[in-house]
């Protein structure tokens, strides 16, 4: 966190050690997601040769549907749905046109996976379905 609000001057509200995709996951405030990533990416791109790891911004929101979209990209074209089950447990449907499906999965099943853990860890998700 140090070395990422001294590089970038964003203070992070979460980073996330993901050694499954050998990835930093860190959520800043919505707004300074393109302070956080630099121009260029020059930001990013020093913070990642300087831990040996890629390094993911997201931006938060409160709102669910902006969250996911602001993981997948802006330009993808899905809508959100929220259940719960008779035990509480919440499950997530994101519905998505096939030809965008990849997006919202991503390389190796990263993208999907670091939607799953954040929505389990901010809105206490425990099922993501793609549709």
Request: charged share 25%.
């Amino acid at each position: 966190m140090k070395l990422f609000s001294s590089v970038t001057g964003v203070f992070p509200i979460d980073v996330i050690r993901d050694d499954r995709f050998n990835r930093m996951i860190v959520v800043v405030k919505k707004d300074n997601v393109a302070k956080a990533i630099g121009k260029e990416g020059i930001n990013v791109n020093y913070i990642k040769k300087t831990i040996r790891k890629d390094v993911v911004i997201v931006g938060y929101s409160d709102d669910l549907t902006e969250f996911v979209k602001g993981m997948v990209g802006e330009n993808v074209n899905l809508s959100v749905k929220e259940s719960s089950s008779p035990n509480g447990e919440k499950t997530i449907i994101i519905q998505v046109p096939q030809e965008q499906k990849g997006m919202v999965f991503g390389t190796r099943g990263q993208n999907i996976e670091k939607i799953k853990l954040l929505l389990k860890r901010y809105f206490n998700v425990s099922y993501v379905r793609v549709v």
